[in-house]
């Protein structure tokens, strides 16, 4: 073991400083000679702290089941967990530097605070992961337009003030008129007489399917 000085705090405490210990559980035991020890029930946990670089993705929907990548400096070879905050699922190592978890379900969105830990005392730094609303659009209004475009569309659903920046129309994109959670107002685009898919977006420029069609 290491010996370590002792200064005195009070009557009741001694402080000592630890330098170079290994990884894990370590026991503290205390002497006034250096020759005999009366081992303390403490323990003493040495943690390895790996940092995260990133999460993929860093948002999902409350309703969970997607993976999450988490990305870290280092991977040990022990069995680790995700924290969702106060959720708490198994992580599968999917390389030396990083570990995969199945997005738990949460009843809100918003912030939550990700880590990971294992067995052996180690532990990573605390990131941001955003739980987000599930959109989905109910239907549009009208379902037909000129092969001119300049039709304007209004599409009705839920949660989707984050998707509702940009429309597509088949392959051609064009800028929302106005947009709120429940309402995304766009003027159909002038292309060829048929039926397109419509699709949504917010500022990423991820496109997100609707299930709607427009002719």
Known sequence: GQLSQAVCGSLSSITCRTEGLPVGNHSISLTSNGVDFDRSQEIFLVRAVSNI???LPCTGPVKGGIKVEVHLS???NVAVACHFEENVVR???VSTSSVACILPPRLRGGTVKVWVDGDAGFTT???NFQYKLSQSVQHLTPSQGSAAGRTRVRIVGTHLESIGRFCRFGRQVVLSESFSSSVV???SPAQNPGVVSVELSGESGTFIKTNQEFE
Do not use: F, K, R, W
């Open 185 to 187: 107002n766009c003027v």
């Open 74 to 76: 280092q991977v040990p």
């Open 91 to 93: 992580a599968e190592i």
């Open 53 to 55: 670089a990133g999460l």
């Open 125 to 127: 730094s605390i990131v």
